[in-house]
């Protein structure tokens, strides 16, 4: 396992211990995890930030702390920020670390990963010239997102 996962998989555990907020020292935590403090940085700028759910606070000096807070709105509103995100193109490796993310955020089933991560996979558009699969890809990751929520509407009706 990467450090870079260590790290995160470390403050998700801290975030579900918490119930959802997690606040420490970035010095200490380098200390405890073996790394330098800006590993820890990389891993809070790349993984917690809004578009992946989570909502960082810090305040510097002595008695300084960084905090995490998981966002928890509606299901319908997150993959509604999910879509807004994703732009007019979007990367086979971008898509398979938002439907990471939205698995792990409880927004998809493990099934509906699978199936989308299959319908946003580069092989599903050797097909289509290079220049255009990542705009087909965000198309189509939208359009699935959509369907989704449309599905949940009905749920609650």
Do not use: W
Request: aromatic share 6%; charged share 25%.
């Amino acid at each position: 396992m990467r450090l870079s996962d260590t790290i995160t998989e470390y403050i998700c555990r801290l975030l579900d211990r918490e119930s959802g907020t997690a606040e420490f020292c970035r010095n200490e935590l380098a200390e405890t995890l073996g790394c330098v403090p800006s590993q820890i940085s990389y891993v809070i700028t790349s993984r917690f930030s809004p578009e992946h759910g989570y909502f960082v606070e810090s305040r510097r000096g002595g008695g300084g702390y960084i905090r995490i807070t998981r966002v928890s709105s509606g299901t319908e509103n997150a993959l509604m920020e999910i879509i807004h995100s994703i732009g007019a193109s979007l990367s086979a490796g971008t898509a398979a670390l938002l439907l990471h993310n939205m698995t792990r955020r409880s927004l998809l089933s493990g099934e509906q990963e699978k199936l989308i991560r299959a319908a946003t996979a580069d092989q599903s558009y050797a097909a289509i010239p290079q220049e255009y699969r990542d705009q087909a890809r965000a198309a189509a990751m939208k359009n699935m997102l959509i369907v989704l929520i449309q599905e949940q509407r009905r749920n609650f009706e």
